[in-house]
């Protein structure tokens, strides 16, 4: 399951998995999709090792954009992955 997490002012979206255990290791799937004419920009990045695959349509400095805003609320993004996201996030 996907859960929304940011939609950037252009209209990119971001969401992200649940939390995801392989090889003892937290795992976070992030899938990225920015309306452009007759289509999306799209890409999937894994968190934490910053992985991305399935690049389709982003420049490379987008994708560098794109992971620092990633990198800069990745603590957040696997917060809310462990609590099934927003909807179920601990209100404090």
Known sequence: ML???MTLPDGTEIVHSESIM???TEKVKIVIEKPVDFGFKSAVCWLP???WEQVEGFTSEEIAELQALIE???H???ELARDGGFEHAAVV
Request: aromatic residues 26%; charged residues 20%.
């Open 22 to 24: 392989e090889d003892n």
């Open 76 to 78: 957040v993004i696997f």
């Open 49 to 51: 090792d910053y992985q």
């Open 72 to 74: 800069s609320l990745a």
């Open 3 to 5: 859960y929304p997490f």
